[in-house]
C-alpha cells in the first residue's frame, strides 16, 4: 500500500519561511519523480514544483520561482519543500504527489499517487 505522508504546515506570517517534508512508504522511491501542487480555498490544484527521480532536475511554476526549492532523499525515501519570502498568496494545502517515470509533468492527471495535504496558512 503506498502512501505519501506531508508535514510541516503551519501559519506563519508573510515574508517568513516553512519546510514541507513528504514521507513516502509501498513504493520504490527512486523510481518516481516526486512533485507538490497545492490547492487555495475555492481554487483548482495548481502545480508547484517537481523533482525527477535521478535528482538532476527540477521544475518550477513561475509563482514559486526563486522562492521554493524542491528536494529529495532516496536514500531515505522522502522530499522536502523549502519556503522562503511566503505571501498570502501561498495560502493553500500543499500535497505531495509520485509519478512512476523521469519526465517532469505539471499535470495532475500524470501523478499516480498523492498525499492528504498539509495546510500552510500565511498571515499579512
Known amino acids: 500500500q503506498v502512501q505519501l505522508v506531508e508535514s510541516g504546515g503551519g501559519l506563519v506570517q508573510a515574508g517568513g519561511s516553512l519546510r514541507l517534508s513528504c514521507a513516502s512508504s509501498?513504493?520504490?522511491?527512486?523510481?518516481?519523480?516526486m512533485a507538490w501542487f497545492r490547492q487555495a480555498p475555492g481554487k483548482e490544484r495548481e502545480f508547484v514544483a517537481a523533482i525527477r527521480r535521478t535528482v538532476d532536475t527540477t521544475a518550477y511554476a513561475d509563482s514559486v520561482k526563486g522562492r521554493f526549492t524542491i528536494s529529495r532523499d532516496n536514500a531515505k525515501n522522502t522530499m522536502a519543500l523549502q519556503m522562503a519570502s511566503l505571501s498570502p498568496e501561498d495560502t493553500a494545502a500543499y500535497y505531495c504527489?509520485?509519478?512512476?517515470?523521469?519526465?517532469?509533468?505539471?499535470?495532475?492527471?500524470?501523478?499516480?499517487?498523492w498525499g492528504q495535504g498539509t495546510q500552510v496558512t500565511i498571515s499579512s
Open positions: 504527489a509520485a509519478r512512476d517515470g523521469n519526465l517532469l509533468l505539471r499535470e495532475i492527471h500524470a501523478y499516480d499517487y
Open positions: 509501498g513504493l520504490t522511491f527512486s523510481r518516481y519523480t
